[in-house]
T-cell receptor
Framework: GAVVSQHPSRVICKSGTSVKIECRSLDFQATTMFWYRQFPKQSLMLMATSNEGSKATYEQGVEKDKFLINHASLTLSTLTVTSAHPEDSSFYIC???????????FGPGTRLTVL | QKEVEQDPGPLSVPEGAIVSLNCTYSNSAFQYFMWYRQYSRKGPELLMYTYSSGNKEDGRFTAQVDKSSKYISLFIRDSQPSDSATYLCAMSGGAGSYQLTFGKGTKLSVIP
């Protein structure tokens, strides 16, 4: 099956710093990748849709200047949490669209803790 | 009313039991239905992928979709302790509408 990796798996940072999370599709090319956020005991909430070579589309209520997304190639998308604050602490998960437009393969997630 | 409703559980069953997990939805445009399994602190893993109404079987797993009732199910036969996880239903619309809408997930524990 299709494999998606994320790096880092866990990050702890001080308030005010920026954190970059990478999402890679390892054995397939993904024109579209998605970024989700998941709070404890909650479902996945879509933050933004990332398309290779174009600007990301953000969901309502997600600050695009705070959550910077760059989809530089068909196998890599990055999410940068700028000036992170404790309320940004969460589990961030990316997914990559498969050959079927309605199929998504998820990465293992990145747990961000902002002190 | 939320677009996708899923009982969060927790659901606890003995090993070997048949497990039934369900979701209801309100958006009649949904045509693609998926079940994901998520272990604690891991990303979701795609288990079953179904288009429109009908049944699909894969090993111990059977997915059912009833579009007339807007109701989908996942059955797990001969449940194992390794099946203990959170199961998320997800669905999406037709062409051009590929974003997934997730249920809250049902936490399942299979007791040896």
């Amino acid at each position: 099956g299709a494999v998606v990796s994320q790096h880092p798996s866990r990050v702890i940072c001080k308030s005010g710093t920026s954190v970059k999370i990478e999402c890679r599709s390892l054995d397939f090319q993904a024109t579209t990748m998605f970024w989700y956020r998941q709070f404890p005991k909650q479902s996945l909430m879509l933050m933004a849709t990332s398309n290779e070579g174009s600007k990301a589309t953000y969901e309502q209520g997600v600050e695009k200047d705070k959550f910077l997304i760059n989809h530089a190639s068909l196998t890599l998308s990055t999410l940068t949490v700028t000036s992170a604050h404790p309320e940004d602490s969460s589990f961030y998960i990316c997914s990559a669209q498969g050959q079927s437009y309605n199929e998504q393969f998820f990465g293992p997630g990145t747990r961000l803790t902002v002190l | 009313q939320k677009e996708v409703e899923q009982d969060p559980g927790p659901l606890s069953v003995p090993e070997g039991a048949i497990v039934s997990l369900n979701c209801t939805y309100s958006n009649s445009a949904f045509q693609y239905f998926m079940w994901y399994r998520q272990y604690s602190r891991k990303g979701p893993e795609l288990l079953m992928y179904t288009y429109s109404s009908g049944n699909k079987e894969d090993g111990r797993f059977t997915a059912q979709v009833d579009k007339s009732s807007k109701y989908i199910s996942l059955f797990i036969r001969d449940s194992q302790p390794s099946d203990s996880a959170t199961y998320l239903c997800a669905m999406s619309g037709g062409a051009g509408s590929y974003q997934l809408t997730f249920g809250k997930g049902t936490k399942l524990s299979v007791i040896p």
